[in-house]
Structure formats: structure tokens, C-alpha cells
């Protein structure tokens, strides 16, 4: 948007500069070809009345004034005609002009160019006799028409009118070109301004994205952001309010929802101790399974209602510390089946990942937990990383019966259970709370056929900068 106004600005400045300074230039362009045309015109005009006088006197003074012409001015002057006087004078060519001005007794002025002009100005007047000698003739005119005796031709080089013409011009583009400097730089700073209010809306909205739900925008700027602004900030207020509410809800539920379920378990396992009828027993133990079925469903909720409701912003983390110590927790379990689990990452592939405190170990946990539910006894489970670009992916790699293509639709969907192979039931809320995890670190996890049989899970979450030494 900046630039975009950057760009309106100076081309609006370059339209003002355009409409004002380019006819401006025109203008005097055209005076400076008209006064060198007077100028010349009239220089010849007055030396064409000299020669048509043909008397001594005149001629002299003709000779003399061609020649300070000649070695004051980039003219040149050239005479035809009777008088003996003149004959060291210069003589023009025969063209047209020429016969103009001898055989019409017409001025002709030839600029050499039809655009601006050529590289010369020649001026062709002709030398008369006149008849009336007391009638004065106007200016520009060599007076009452008369017997035609010669004429007078300067030829002036424009090399000097072409300067100038640069000049003008040439100053122009210059301020033209200050002048749109000036204005993209003036309309940075106002642009910036104008947008400053943006920008913070922006950043606010940014920490919001990152779960950082108490950042606040400043109310500046213009009616209309000051609006925006103090509805986004309400808006927040709101919204942590009912985060808050949310957390606390979720707190009380997990201490409500245990206690009974924990006490109802323990009865049981009372009443199973005490009881030696096997058809009572085999119901109490029913009755416990199903306790231990329920606690495992409230506890999955739990965590998928934490999971929906983390605020926490996203840290680097180093990935591969966080892998190896959950490994180490997950062994001894895959140790009782004959499970082995391998980590797979070049030895000095110490990535930092962003990611929310906590939310990596519990992906890690969920995912574990899904691989050794389907592995079989003896098989293998290998967690590979894998740096690509600005993401790094962590694939967890089983040898179960793995998934078709409507099971993995439907996989990360809620209280949805594949088939395991420990005869245990699952929640259906590990994947669940998996992928909303992931997705609110701004990652992806996706299933896949693992190579050999079996699923892979890949999760790809942002990598981070790694941290400076110091």
C-alpha cells in the first residue's frame, strides 16, 4: 500500500510538472527562434538598404559593418550586386531563395528544418532602388517597391541557438526530476504515516495469530482506524475474557470429572477383592474397564479442550532434545513388546522448531502412543527428520497394518478409532489433538503409506533462526 501511494503521489506531481513546465519550455523555444529571426532579419533589412544606395559612402559602410557582423556574431554575410564596392564581399549560391529575392524582390527565410531548425539560418533580402526618396520606408519593409540591384544573405550557424535549446531544456528535466525526488521522498514519509495505523493493527493482529491475545493497537490516526482500532481492541477484551473463562471451566471439569472417576475405579477394585462369585467378578471387572474406558475419554477431552484453548505464543525449541527425551520415555514400554524405536537425524542436526512450551511433547506423546497401539509385537518404529527450506519435518514411521484412503479422511476426526492390535481401545482424540496442536503452531501433519507397509505420520512445523552465540 505504501508503494502504491509512493507511486499516485509522483505521478501526480509528474502530470503538475508536466502540464505547467513543458508548455513553459515550448514558449520559449519559440521566442528564442523568433528574436534570432528579428534579430537577423532586421540586421539584413538594414544592410540591404546600404547596398541599394550603391554610393561610396554606403558601400563603405556596408563592408564595414559585414565584417563586424562576421567577427562578432556566428553570421555570415553575403552580397550580390552591381556596385564595384561590394565585390570582396562573399557571394551567395543560386537557389530559389535567392531568385526570390532578385527576380520577385521577396525576403525568404530558410531555418533548414521544419521540427526546430536546422544547422543554419539564412536570411535572403533584397538590395532596391528606390523611387520615392522622401517617402521613409516601415520597419521591416525596404520601402516603396523599386528597381531590384542585388541582395543581401546571412547565413547564421544555430550552434549557439542549440546550447541554449539544451539549456532550457535541459534545466528543466533537472528541476523535473529534483522536483519528483523530492516528491517520492515527501511521499514516503506521508505515505508511512498514513499507514503507520495499519501497520500497528497489523502487528496487533500478528501476535494475535501467535496466541498472544493481550496485545492491543494504539487508537491514532484517522476517524476511521481510530474506529477500527477500538473495535479490534474490544473485540480482544472480549475474547480473552472468554479464554480465561474457558481455562477455568477446563480446570474445574479435570478436577470435578477425576475425583469421581477415580473413586468409583477404587470401589470397584474394592468390591472386586471382596467378592469370590466369578459371574460378580466378571461384572465388576466389566464395570472397571468401563471405568477406565471413561477416565481415558474425559482425560482425552481435557486435553483436546486445552489444546483448543492455548494461548501460549510459539518459542524456539529444540526439536531434537525434545524427541530424544520422549523417546527415552516410550522405550520401556516398547521394551515389554520386543518394540524397538529408533531416532534418525544426522548427530550434529540440532534444529530449533517453533513451537508452543508443552504442545511438542504432547504431539510427540499422542502420535507414540498411536504407533505402539498398531505396532506388532517385535516390529519397529523410526522417527526420521528431514530439513526442507524453512520447515522441518518430523516423520514417525510404523510397521502395523497401516490405513486406506477413507480411514486417513477420517482420521483426525473426533472419537474416530482405527484398529490396534493390542486389544486395548483407544479415545479417538490422539490424532485429534494432534493436528490442532500443529495447526496452532501454523504446521501441518498429514498421513501417509509408509515405505515396506505400516503408516507414516509426517508433521512439518516452521523452523526457526538458529540462536547466536555469545
Keep these: 500500500m505504501i508503494r502504491q501511494l509512493i507511486r499516485s503521489y509522483v505521478l501526480l506531481v509528474a502530470v503538475a510538472i508536466g502540464l505547467f513546465t513543458v508548455p513553459v519550455a515550448f514558449t520559449l523555444t519559440a521566442q528564442l527562434r523568433d528574436d534570432t529571426q528579428l534579430s537577423v532579419t532586421r540586421e539584413a533589412t538594414t544592410m540591404a538598404l546600404l547596398l541599394g544606395n550603391s554610393d561610396d559612402a554606403s558601400c563603405q559602410a556596408l563592408e564595414e559593418m559585414a565584417s563586424a557582423y562576421g567577427d562578432e556574431t556566428p553570421g555570415e554575410v553575403q552580397t550580390t550586386a552591381t556596385a564595384e564596392c561590394v565585390a570582396d564581399l562573399p557571394r551567395p549560391e543560386r537557389n530559389a531563395a535567392l531568385y526570390r529575392a532578385l527576380e520577385e524582390g521577396s525576403s525568404t527565410t530558410d531555418w533548414g528544418s ?79 504515516r498514513l499507514t503507520r495505523p495499519l501497520r500497528q493493527l497489523n502487528d496487533m493482529a500478528s501476535k494475535f495469530s501467535d496466541g498472544d491475545l493481550t496485545a492491543r493497537s494504539p487508537v491514532t490516526g484517522p476517524q ?83 489444546a483448543e484453548a492455548k494461548v501460549a505464543v510459539a518459542e524456539p525449541l529444540p526439536l531434537r532434545n525434545v524427541i530424544e527425551e520422549r523417546l527415552s520415555v516410550w522405550r520401556p514400554a516398547a521394551d515389554e513388546r520386543g518394540i524397538t524405536i529408533t ?71 473426533r472419537f474416530w478409532r482405527g484398529q490396534g492390535l493390542t486389544g486395548r481401545a483407544g479415545s479417538g482424540l490422539g490424532l485429534a489433538v494432534v493436528k490442532q496442536l500443529v495447526t496452532d503452531d501454523s504446521g501441518t501433519v498429514t498421513l501417509r503409506d509408509a515405505p515396506g507397509g505400516g503408516l507414516c505420520v509426517a508433521i512439518s512445523l516452521r523452523a526457526a533462526a538458529p540462536r547466536s552465540g555469545g
Design 224 to 306: 476511521e482506524t481510530q474506529t477500527l482500532a477500538r473495535t479490534l481492541n474490544q473485540g480482544a477484551e472480549r475474547l480473552d475474557t472468554l479464554i480465561v473463562a474457558q481455562r477455568i471451566f477446563v480446570a474445574d471439569a479435570s478436577h470435578q470429572l477425576r475425583t469421581p472417576l477415580t473413586a468409583l475405579r477404587l470401589s470397584l477394585d474394592n468390591i472386586a477383592d471382596g467378592v469370590n462369585d466369578e459371574f460378580v467378578k466378571e461384572d465388576v471387572e466389566q464395570a472397571t474397564a468401563e471405568v477406565v474406558r471413561m477416565s481415558r475419554l474425559v482425560n482425552g477431552l481435557l486435553v483436546l479442550a486445552r
Design 343 to 413: 531416532l534418525r537425524a544426522a548427530a550434529a542436526d540440532r534444529l530449533l522448531v517453533l513451537a508452543s512450551p508443552g504442545s511438542l511433547e504432547q504431539i510427540l506423546d499422542n502420535v507414540l502412543s498411536n504407533a505402539l497401539e498398531v505396532s506388532p509385537d517385535m516390529g519397529a518404529i523410526t522417527v526420521r527428520l528431514e530439513c526442507r527450506g524453512d520447515e522441518v519435518e518430523v516423520l514417525v514411521l510404523d510397521e502395523g497394518p497401516g490405513m486406506g484412503d477413507a480411514d486417513k479422511a477420517r482420521a483426525f476426526d
Design 114 to 192: 521544419s521540427v526546430i531548425w536546422g544547422p543554419r539560418l539564412v536570411v535572403t533580402v533584397p538590395a532596391q532602388v528606390r523611387r520615392v526618396v522622401d517617402e521613409r520606408p516601415a520597419y521591416g519593409d525596404s520601402g516603396p517597391r523599386g528597381t531590384v540591384v542585388g541582395a543581401v544573405r546571412i547565413v547564421y550557424s544555430t550552434d549557439g541557438l542549440t546550447a541554449r535549446l539544451w539549456a532550457i531544456w535541459g534545466f528543466r528535466a533537472a528541476l523535473a526530476v529534483i522536483v519528483l525526488a523530492a516528491a517520492a521522498g515527501i511521499g514516503a514519509v506521508a505515505a508511512r
